[in-house]
């Protein structure tokens, strides 16, 4: 199964994992990562941006390229778009497979990808400002490790 | 009904507009033309790349765009 | 926060998962690994023993092993003892930190350990008969990978 | 009272209990003597291991319990 969304609200991570595990019996395991807005700095918001014709189909083929490079059952990718404050769930990665670390790798395959390789922009509100935030170093690192 | 422009990111900040109609054809001289003043360094960057009616181009000056079709400037991105 | 709890009753990961997140504000991320009891091979039930005074101590110091080794806000490991049926989460890692990387790794750390290194004797009941469960070769080489 | 073996896994399948008294004192040799019989060569396996009290022996061979001890024989874990 695979499931792929853009979401414009507020989610919670349970009432997509629930049905998501649901809906693999069988499976021997389910890996999550749920990223929530980091209250650091005095942020006040943060903004995600996306392109619809990009953002959704890279997010899809994202998907599709974790079917195929590991042993799963499923895979869910959820990710918020608009405005956000502290505390709220950001992006969500789920993976479903017979043996743990299919999905445990699956779903850290994902979150680099998602990082650092798709179709978003993110700004956080400081002090009223604006400002566009770059991905670390580390998050280009992170996507390396994958290219092999 | 001419080229429509979308802004990604920073660029919007740039140009002021999420998006914007120029006269069609467009291709990649036109386009730096019509932007360069506003887009300064960035339109030219490898940073920066194009897509048309939502496939991007492997090489942005080889753009070619004529009329309702949709142009997105797409500055590096940042998510997650 | 460490939360190390040996359970003897069904669980319902959602339930462990909600109140441990919104116990760490200010959290990047929280990964979570549920592993479900698997429904193959004609396996009719499932039961883990454990000996009190050795595994509850061992998940405890498995926690303290995961908080010392990665920059984490916290960790919960939840296990089940007794007889389960297929479908019924078995065991369930969540770690929250403020970036990705340290929950991701964290769970799959955890996860490694509870897996051949844990005080847990597991046997399966396949056609009436109950069969005692080896951990998998694979099983220790994931191990392996740690010690370093 | 004397000492309390408690039996793991497939250990207790081979005993047919979990739990037995035996007296005290109790060392490596009067273990040997009690269930060879019954653990054949499992009890002296690198693979089982034993815990006085909650306490894991580096060394089996240097068990010493006495009375009300809690002597754990543990085979191979398997968990997850």
Same mark, same amino acid.
């Given at each position: 199964?695979?499931?792929?969304?853009?979401?414009?609200?507020?989610?919670?991570?349970?009432? *997509?994992?629930? $049905?998501?595990?649901?809906?693999? $019996?069988?499976?021997?395991?389910?890996?999550?990562?749920?990223?929530?807005?980091?209250?650091? !700095?005095?942020? %006040?918001?943060? %903004? &995600?941006?996306?392109?619809? $014709? &990009?953002? *959704?189909?890279?997010?899809?083929?994202?998907?599709?390229?974790? &079917? #195929?490079?590991?042993?799963?059952?499923?895979? *869910?990718?959820?990710?918020?778009?608009?405005?956000?404050?502290?505390?709220?769930?950001?992006?969500?990665?789920?993976? #479903?497979?017979?043996?743990?670390?299919?999905?445990?790798? #699956?779903?850290?395959?994902?979150? !680099?990808? *998602?990082?650092? !390789?798709?179709?978003?922009?993110?700004?956080?509100?400081? =002090? =009223?400002?604006?400002?566009?935030? !770059?991905?670390?170093?580390?998050?280009?690192?992170?996507?390396?490790?994958?290219?092999? | 009904?001419?080229?429509?422009?979308?802004?990604?990111?920073?660029?919007?900040?740039?140009?002021?507009? @999420?998006?914007?109609?120029?006269?069609?054809?467009?291709?990649?001289?036109?386009? +730096?033309? @019509?932007?360069?003043?506003?887009?300064?360094?960035? +339109? @030219?960057?490898?940073?920066?790349?194009? @897509?048309?009616?939502?496939?991007?181009?492997?090489?942005?000056?080889?753009?070619?765009?004529?009329?309702?079709?949709?142009?997105?400037?797409?500055?590096?991105?940042?998510?997650?």
């Amino acid at each position: 199964m695979k499931d792929v969304r853009l979401l414009a609200d507020p989610f919670n991570p349970g009432q *997509l994992v629930g $049905p998501f595990t649901n809906a693999h $019996p069988g499976l021997g395991g389910v890996c999550t990562f749920v990223g929530e807005v980091r209250g650091d !700095d005095g942020v %006040e918001a943060l %903004e &995600l941006t996306h392109y619809e $014709p &990009l953002t *959704l189909a890279g997010m899809d083929a994202l998907a599709d390229a974790a &079917l #195929a490079r590991f042993d799963l059952m499923g895979i *869910l990718i959820a990710h918020r778009v608009g405005e956000m404050r502290a505390g709220e769930p950001i992006v969500l990665v789920s993976a #479903a497979a017979r043996h743990r670390r299919s999905a445990i790798q #699956a779903v850290d395959f994902a979150m !680099d990808h *998602l990082k650092s !390789d798709a179709w978003f922009w993110k700004r956080e509100k400081r =002090g =009223g400002q604006w400002h566009w935030i !770059d991905p670390r170093p580390e998050d280009h690192a992170d996507l390396a490790r994958w290219t092999s | 009904m001419g080229v429509k422009l979308v802004f990604l990111g920073r660029l919007a900040d740039l140009t002021g507009v @999420a998006e914007r109609e120029v006269s069609a054809p467009l291709d990649w001289s036109t386009l +730096l033309d @019509a932007l360069q003043g506003e887009l300064g360094g960035w +339109l @030219a960057s490898d940073k920066v790349k194009l @897509a048309v009616n939502g496939t991007l181009l492997a090489d942005k000056m080889a753009l070619q765009a004529n009329d309702g079709d949709e142009v997105a400037l797409l500055p590096p991105v940042s998510g997650g």
